[in-house]
């Protein structure tokens, strides 16, 4: 995977988390399909994702159907947050797309470094400021971008991440059918550059 991590993300320094949780944390290697989370079970773990990358994954409500909600690359931070300050019941499934490598802090560390003096007392509110914007910045795509605009951004983020999902799985986090992710390809292989629907 090509991300890489960035202490400044929208103005946001979380310099301080990625050191914390490569001198504190403990490296764990996860195996493709193996699961960081499992929702509906207490969370356990926040980590600095060093290698590989993982997908948030939940089920639908009528349909069982597996619905891609998230990732987390390499130089992101991974977990369930701010679950995974209390134990509280995951609210999403993280499995590792591939072979993947986590510098992983459980929840007692993590609330001790918050306690530990002002600076990482603000630093809880600032992970939830990153938090909130990404999402933000999610839901906004949404409205505000079509579905051809929404695969760049992707492939733009993670060049490498058609190789590690199914078309399905796109779509899934696209919140598009499959069949619209099959004439995007189309179309960027034979030269149209015309845009689709956002709601295709």
């Not at 944390?25 to 207490?42: F, H, I, Q």
């Not at 995974?84 to 993947?100: D, F, H, R």
């Not at 795509?141 to 999902?165: K, M, N, S, W």
């Amino acid at each position: 995977m090509e991300q890489k991590f960035n202490a400044h993300v929208h103005g946001i320094d979380l310099g301080l988390l990625h050191d914390f949780c490569e001198r504190e944390g403990k490296c764990v290697e996860y195996k493709k399909g193996e699961l960081m989370e499992r929702e509906g079970e207490p969370t356990r773990w926040f980590g600095f994702v060093a290698d590989g990358c993982f997908k948030y994954v939940t089920q639908g409500i009528s349909d069982g159907r597996e619905h891609i909600t998230w990732f987390s690359f390499e130089g992101e931070f991974v977990g369930d947050y701010p679950h995974c300050l209390y134990g509280k019941p995951s609210q999403t499934t993280i499995e590792a797309m591939v072979s993947s490598r986590v510098h992983q802090v459980n929840d007692e560390q993590m609330m001790q470094l918050f306690r530990q003096n002002m600076q990482t007392m603000e630093l809880r509110g600032i992970i939830a400021e990153h938090l909130l914007s990404q999402a933000r910045a999610r839901y906004l795509d949404f409205h505000r971008t079509t579905a051809r605009e929404r695969y760049d951004l992707l492939l733009r983020r993670c060049p490498g991440i058609v190789e590690h999902l199914s078309l399905n799985a796109i779509a899934s986090f696209l919140n598009i059918t499959p069949k619209t992710i099959s004439q995007i390809r189309r179309d960027i292989t034979f030269g149209d550059k015309s845009t689709l629907s956002p709601f295709t």
